[in-house]
T-cell receptor, first 122, second 116 residues
Framework: GAVVSQHPSRVICKSGTSVKIECRSL??????MFWYRQFPKQSLMLMAT?????????EQGVEKDKFLINHASLTLSTLTVTSAHPEDSSFYIC??????????????????FGPGTRLTVT | AQSVAQPEDQVNVAEGNPLTVKCTYS??????LFWYVQYPNRGLQFLLK??????LVKGSYGFEAEFNKSQTSFHLKKPSALVSDSALYFC??????????????FGTGTSLTVIP
């Protein structure tokens, strides 16, 4: 089945530093990936849509310069939290949509979610 | 605008009893509806979806959901709950109207606890 991985699964960083989170589609190509943020006991909030080879589309209220997204290949998108602060501590989840280029029969209606990354900023 | 509502933050059910997790939706056009489950500190796992066809959709782990157009609902059900079903459940609708064509809108989630 479709597998999306995230690395790291957990990260602790000091305030003011930057941290990069990777999202990979392991067995399919994804022209579009999505980054979500989830606070404890709350729903997922879409942060941005990552498009391969072009700039990400950010949701209203999400700082582009703080949450840098790069989608340099069909299987990898990265989210960099710059100058992290304790309020950035959250669970970050990515998802990917099969572009169909890999020739699989995977449904194009679904999004396949990564396992999430728990970021703690101290 | 597309949205889903999960009116219950918490659902408790005894093991072996049937369970229902409620979801209502509001969409422009035909709804593409999904249910996902999330275990602690884990990502979302797909349970089932409704795109078209039969109103009763069967999914993973014995779950099913019934699409009801007149009530704009898509409730998740299981005939006999297991303790291992205890998790956070999210209803979602996919936006097929906007120019993104990909965005999911999630409900606020319902925490299911199955009591042994």
């Amino acid at each position: 089945g479709a597998v999306v991985s995230q690395h790291p699964s957990r990260v602790i960083c000091k305030s003011g530093t930057s941290v990069k989170i990777e999202c990979r589609s392991l067995d399919f190509q994804a022209t579009t990936m999505f980054w979500y943020r989830q606070f404890p006991k709350q729903s997922l909030m879409l942060m941005a849509t990552s498009n391969e080879g072009s700039k990400a589309t950010y949701e209203q209220g999400v700082e582009k310069d703080k949450f840098l997204i790069n989608h340099a290949s069909l299987t990898l998108s990265t989210l960099t939290v710059t100058s992290a602060h304790p309020e950035d501590s959250s669970f970050y989840i990515c998802s990917a949509r099969d572009s169909g280029a890999s020739g699989g029969r995977r449904s194009s209606y679904e999004q396949y979610f990564g396992p999430g990354t728990r970021l703690t900023v101290t | 605008a597309q949205s889903v509502a999960q009116p219950e933050d918490q659902v408790n059910v005894a093991e072996g009893n049937p369970l229902t997790v409620k979801c209502t939706y509001s969409v422009s056009g035909n709804p593409y509806l999904f249910w996902y489950v999330q275990y602690p500190n884990r990502g979302l796992q797909f349970l089932l979806k409704y795109i078209t066809g039969d109103n009763l959709v069967k999914g993973s782990y014995g779950f099913e959901a019934e699409f009801n157009k007149s009530q704009t609902s898509f409730h998740l059900k299981k005939p006999s709950a297991l303790v291992s079903d205890s998790a956070l459940y999210f209803c979602a609708v996919r936006d097929m109207i906007s120019n993104t064509g990909n965005q999911f809108y999630f409900g606020t989630g319902t925490s299911l606890t199955v009591i042994p």
